[in-house]
């Protein structure tokens, strides 16, 4: 039977992750709090004066930052701050939507960008949705088993938070879930329409804990599969909670 394994939301984009015990999936909505701000740089595209999606090349991302990806998260959803770890960095907590104290993060992660690379400018936030990767909000499912047939391929264990993904689901077969695109799939109360497979960059090649690019994921993925994938893309259809342990199952 197909479990729920994990939950995570991301509440800035490259920017930290946080795990959770439940959540309530809205219709035609990202994973609540998922990637609700993204961080700019100085070519950024973004027009805070006419919030709309821009593609993520408009934002502070691991692709080109590899530090960011040892940030973790916590967000107190009812005095609206954010709290980032960092092993080297330490801690910093914000109010995002001040940009008086956004600011205070700023430069707390200015010292993960390379002097060479593009610098962190300000936070940018949609009011309508989540800064996804994809045009469309979308939430994103995993399974232990395609990692686990990753990990198996490099011959030692994986992060699975290299993957950024929202819902990790036990009990499938490896790569099951890229059967799944066209279909629903019921997860908890909710149900999720599959779209597309999400093809991988080199954020993944970055360790979760240093931020040091120490695994070539997308030549793993390439020569033992021969596709970048691993996960996919899903808009919510009807909305519901899902916790961990839900079953899960395509409708």
Known sequence: MTRVAALWR????????????????????????????????????????APEWVPCANF???TGTPGLAGIWATLDEVAGKITLRHDVLGEVSFDPDDSSD???????????CPPDKRQPTGLAKVPTRGITDTDYPSVSIMTTASHEAVADRLGYPL?????????????????????????????????????EPIQRCKHTMANPHTGERDVDTLSVLRDGWNHQ????YAKVIKGGKIALND???VI
């Open 229 to 232: 994938d691993f996960g996919v």
């Open 159 to 195: 992060e699975v938070e290299r993957w950024r993904g929202n819902i990790w689901l036990d009990g499938t077969a490896a790569w099951e879930e890229m059967t799944w695109v066209g279909k629903d799939v019921q997860i908890g109360d909710a149900v999720l329409q599959v779209v």
């Open 102 to 112: 956004a600011a205070k993060f700023i430069d707390w992660v200015r010292p993960l």
């Open 60 to 62: 502070m991302i691991g």
């Open 10 to 49: 991301h509440p800035i984009k490259s920017h930290g992750r946080e795990p959770l015990g439940q959540v309530t999936l809205i219709p035609d909505q990202t994973l609540p709090w998922d990637r609700v701000w993204a961080v700019m740089h100085e070519a950024s595209k973004f027009d805070a004066d």
């Open 247 to 249: 079953t899960a199952k």
